[in-house]
């Protein structure tokens, strides 16, 4: 995969879109497939890493350690590596990731009005 040329026009653009809509900042951070139902899974109390791979069974290692570790890097959640053997690797979400609960919730309401099938 080639290297994104930070000094794009695309890019400026994106930073630029970032900075002026909330909205489109919010979900630069918890937009995908996969970051809302980590943050969703992490609301309940941490998780190791093999629980929240339990509890989204259709998601790869892979693609797994690569969200934890961008939510870890925007500061949605914090990860706790215990000096155990076997290695003990827990997550838990920050107060800036715990204060997304109501945003959740409320996407949550939304799709249960707007779904045609029942949640």
Same mark, same amino acid.
């Given at each position: 995969m080639s290297k994104v040329k930070e000094s794009s026009t695309n890019q400026l653009n994106k930073k630029t879109v970032l900075n002026v809509c909330p909205v489109t900042y919010t979900l630069g $951070? @918890?937009?995908? %497939?996969?970051? /809302?139902? @980590? @943050?969703?899974? !992490?609301?309940? *109390?941490?998780? %190791?890493? &093999? =629980? !929240?791979?339990k509890l989204i069974p259709g998601i790869s290692e892979k693609m797994l350690i690569q969200q934890l570790r961008q939510l870890e890097s925007d500061g949605l959640?914090?990860?706790?590596? !215990? /000096?155990?053997? /076997? /290695?003990?690797? =827990?997550?838990? !979400? &920050? =107060?800036? *990731?715990?204060? $997304?609960?109501?945003?959740?919730?409320?996407? +949550?309401?939304?799709? %249960? %009005?707007?779904? =045609? @099938? &029942? +949640?």
């Open positions: $951070l @918890i937009g995908g %497939r996969w970051k /809302p139902i @980590i @943050i969703y899974n !992490l609301l309940t *109390g941490n998780k %190791r890493y &093999s =629980e !929240l791979k959640i914090l990860r706790n590596a !215990l /000096p155990v053997v /076997p /290695p003990y690797v =827990e997550y838990r !979400l &920050s =107060e800036q *990731g715990e204060a $997304l609960k109501g945003v959740l919730d409320a996407m +949550v309401l939304w799709a %249960r %009005r707007n779904m =045609e @099938i &029942s +949640v």
